[in-house]
């Protein structure tokens, strides 16, 4: 434990809030040695390891165990000395021991010395590094109210086991033209004209049928086909029992009239049959069953028995027929792409159903919504051949109708558009001024730290030259905003060159802070104690990292640096076997099974 705390330290917080002048660093700590450690040796161990023949041929001599822990021999005969306390292997068991607090003070100053030579012996030249997949995703939520799927952008390498190390993310022309793209689309969501759009609002009633028979007119741009496909009719009610192919309920084939946020509602059931219910439901199945194959090999009747008799056995004591409410996963195909959304328990009844609610961006495309039953029952020998038959009870999945309403808007305009065109008398009296303080505004935020009137002025020009050209206000204004969202000062965290001593500015310190535990920009406190020059202090910084690690914006640091760290990040790429491990049969016919 004595070991890990400085390191915990270094870990958990930005280098340079802890890190001292490198020259002090590197300085051996002499006094501390004799205060320290020469008294710790003199009363426990130099009577074997100093001398011509050490014990073991360890000495703990100067000459053998110097202080210089710049040398990787030293560091490791140093590290020795910590294991061998720690493990409590020495001193021997019949020579006296120390206290706890003694070995502590040895572990602690050896630890110390270590970590200060390794912080002093890392590059200091700072590497312009690039926002990865994840801060870019964050630092377009909290600086447009905009969250756009990065899934688009490629994969960030990682090197040493984490995805920000700035010598790894490179940039390619793949990356230039994603992140110009991303621009744009990230402007025309946050930035509206005109009226606030009308609000459709379509129900699809899906009918058993055969497939691409039942269209349905909406408007005179939209008569997509309803299915309810090959499933059961029960008056009002489609009933999907298992997963197939020709099993979904779907609405496809139609394009919403203006792209955004849009509602999917669902009025669905469910129906979960008892235990009782599953055998009787199986035992026709299972009686068909060895009476063909009694047909087929009247000799093996004893073996047909035998087999119907365990097989109902399963049925009747297995627990993965303790079911549990059925499940429906929401598949959106926006143009040739399907997308997951969701995937839920139906927990209403047939008496008293429910509406479920899900929000999902449609672009001004061609798209499909899609229900699939999801409710997975293991595959196992007993069972595998009798799933698909539509009278093996099961929980079965009941829709009544679904319908899309939208486009929504918490405001109109939407709080993405007034917080870019924010409402000041320039607006009316000065439209280029009021341009300018709209592009001088979000340069200072996207930028995270303080712009010069010329880089507003280079970025103005786009504007001006977008007015000559007949756009309207918004669309030129979003040239130079587009500009701003590919810059390299927006695209990667800029700091000024230094040569090791010189120390981070005040705007450096709240975006290596706001980076490290939020993975996105600085908010406005951090901003405002910045332009103040209170993140210089110690102090300041430490109670803004408390401050930091309170917000829910923290999660970051949790799913980004320690998922990355501890291998968190990894789990649920690979789905889970949908099939547990076999019964076991023993030769005289006694089951045995994992899951119990």
């Not at 011509?52 to 210089?68: A, H, I, M, S, T």
Request: a neutral charge; glycine letters at 4%.
């Amino acid at each position: 434990m004595h070991l890990l705390r400085p390191f915990t330290l270094v870990m958990l917080f930005p280098m340079a809030v802890w890190a001292e002048d490198k020259s002090s660093a590197l300085e051996v700590d002499t006094a501390g040695y004799e205060r320290k450690i020469a008294p710790f040796f003199a009363k426990y161990c130099n009577q074997c390891h100093v001398g011509d023949k050490p014990k073991g041929g360890f000495g703990l001599d100067r000459q053998r165990l110097p202080l210089d822990f710049s040398d990787p021999i030293a560091l490791g005969r140093w590290r020795e000395v910590v294991n061998v306390l720690n493990s409590h292997e020495m001193p021997p068991k019949k020579e006296k021991h120390p206290q706890a607090s003694e070995v502590a003070a040895v572990v602690d100053w050896i630890t110390e010395q270590a970590v200060r030579v390794e912080l002093a012996k890392r590059s200091s030249t700072v590497v312009l590094r690039r926002l990865n997949r994840a801060e870019y995703k964050n630092t377009i939520r909290d600086l447009l109210g905009v969250d756009f799927d990065v899934s688009v952008f490629p994969q960030d390498p990682p090197a040493g086991g984490f995805d920000n190390n700035g010598e790894a993310l490179t940039l390619s022309p793949l990356h230039i033209e994603t992140y110009l793209n991303a621009a744009k689309q990230i402007l025309d969501r946050a930035l509206v004209e005109g009226e606030k759009p009308k609000t459709i609002r379509w129900r699809f009633h899906p009918k058993v049928g055969m497939m691409d028979t039942m269209r349905v007119r909406l408007d005179d741009q939209n008569n997509p086909l309803v299915n309810g496909n090959n499933n059961k009719q029960e008056g009002e009610w489609v009933v999907i029992h298992h997963n197939q192919w020709d099993k979904v309920v779907n609405a496809r084939d139609f394009r919403v009239p203006v792209a955004g946020d849009y509602i999917i509602r669902l009025r669905a059931a469910g129906r979960v049959p008892t235990r009782r219910d599953v055998v009787k439901s199986v035992e026709p199945l299972l009686a068909k069953r060895r009476q063909e194959q009694n047909a087929q090999a009247p000799n093996a009747k004893r073996i047909h028995d035998e087999q119907y008799q365990q097989d109902l056995e399963h049925f009747k004591t297995d627990r993965m027929y303790d079911y549990g409410p059925p499940r429906l996963k929401l598949v959106c195909w926006i143009g040739p792409q399907p997308r997951v959304i969701s995937e839920f328990d139906l927990d209403g009844t047939p008496d008293k159903p429910k509406i479920h609610e899900f929000r999902v961006r449609f672009p001004s495309d061609y798209a499909a919504i899609q229900w699939e039953y999801a409710y997975n029952l293991p595959s196992v020998l007993e069972n595998f051949w009798v799933q698909q038959h539509d009278t093996f009870a099961r929980p079965e999945a009941m829709i009544h109708w679904f319908e899309i309403e939208g486009p929504v808007f918490d405001a109109w305009p939407p709080k993405s558009h007034t917080s870019i065109l924010h409402d000041i008398p320039l607006r009316t009296s000065d439209e280029r001024k009021y341009a300018y303080e709209v592009l001088q505004r979000f340069m200072y935020k996207a930028y995270r730290r303080p712009v010069s009137d010329s880089e507003v002025q280079a970025k103005l020009k786009y504007f001006d030259l977008a007015r000559q050209d007949g756009a309207s206000f918004v669309q030129a204004i979003k040239r130079p905003l587009t500009a701003i969202l590919t810059s390299p000062h927006f695209l990667f965290l800029v700091e000024a060159e230094r040569d090791g001593k010189q120390k981070l500015n005040d705007y450096e310190w709240a975006a290596r802070l706001s980076y490290f535990l939020w993975s996105s920009t600085p908010d406005e406190e951090l901003l405002r104690l910045a332009a103040a020059g209170k993140l210089s202090d110690r102090a300041e910084r430490l109670r803004q990292v408390e401050r930091l690690l309170r917000d829910l914006k923290a999660e970051a640091f949790a799913s980004n640096f320690a998922g990355q760290w501890a291998g968190a990040s990894r789990c649920g790429e690979e789905s889970p076997c949908p099939r547990p491990v076999p019964k076991l049969r023993s030769p005289l016919g006694n089951q045995h099974s994992s899951r119990e």
